[in-house]
T-cell receptor, first 113, second 112 residues
Framework: AQSVTQPDIHITVSEGASLELRCNYSYGATPYLFWYVQSPGQGLQLLLKYFSGDTLVQGIKGFEAEFKRSQSSFNLRKPSVHWSDAAEYFCAVGLDSSYKLIFGSGTRLLVRP | DTEVTQTPKHLVMGMTNKKSLKCEQHMGHRAMYWYKQKAKKPPELMFVYSYEKLSINESVPSRFSPECPNSSLLNLHLHALQPEDSALYLC???????????FGQGTRLTVV
């Protein structure tokens, strides 16, 4: 069955430090991969997506993610975190020929001043 | 315009009330979704409409009734809800299958 794993429930980083949020997926076919961010009480905002092509994708707010097929991973990175990046981050997989999105359980990012 | 608009932002309703949540998008998207999100959990898919027809119902109780009057509008009619139905209800839309979904800001529903 398809699944998405975000192994880190919480991550705390200092402002200005680099960030990597992990995402692993289980899906037999070509995955369509997404990262979303959610601030408390708000909707989800799309940070970036991967469908095909270059495995390093750039997103909004200075985020990037790298698709590694051999590791079934799609980790999110940012070189320098800002306090406003504190939020919940969800990795998701879109299934071929389906409207369903499979979400990971989320990683809560806390930013130390 | 990449916006999905949901109204109301907050709703408190009693267990015998009938209310409706509304969602609107003007991006020309042909798929619209309702998700339910409990605190500290990912969104859970409830319904998908594709080309104004119900495409997916994730075994949602009948006290939730979706409606898609046209390609830009999506409603969720609520009746006889339970306190455990209190959650953030998110509407989303996408151009097609497996393309990115755009989410609204949600309706925070409290059932008392």
């Amino acid at each position: 069955a398809q699944s998405v794993t975000q192994p880190d429930i919480h991550i705390t980083v200092s402002e200005g430090a680099s960030l990597e949020l992990r995402c692993n997926y289980s899906y037999g076919a070509t995955p369509y991969l997404f990262w979303y961010v959610q601030s408390p009480g708000q909707g989800l905002q799309l940070l970036l997506k991967y469908f095909s092509g270059d495995t390093l994708v750039q997103g909004i707010k200075g985020f990037e993610a790298e698709f590694k097929r051999s590791q079934s991973s799609f980790n999110l990175r940012k070189p320098s975190v800002h306090w406003s990046d504190a939020a919940e981050y969800f990795c998701a997989v879109g299934l071929d020929s389906s409207y369903k999105l499979i979400f990971g359980s989320g990683t809560r990012l806390l930013v130390r001043p | 315009d990449t916006e999905v608009t949901q109204t109301p932002k907050h709703l408190v309703m009693g267990m015998t009330n009938k209310k409706s949540l509304k969602c609107e998008q003007h991006m020309g998207h042909r798929a619209m979704y309702w998700y339910k999100q409990k605190a500290k959990k990912p969104p859970e898919l409830m319904f998908v409409y594709s080309y104004e027809k119900l495409s997916i119902n994730e075994s949602v109780p009948s006290r939730f009734s979706p409606e898609c009057p046209n390609s830009s509008l999506l409603n969720l009619h609520l009746h006889a809800l339970q306190p455990e139905d209190s959650a953030l209800y998110l509407c989303a839309s996408s151009l097609a299958e497996h393309t990115e979904a755009f989410f609204g800001q949600g309706t925070r529903l409290t059932v008392v």
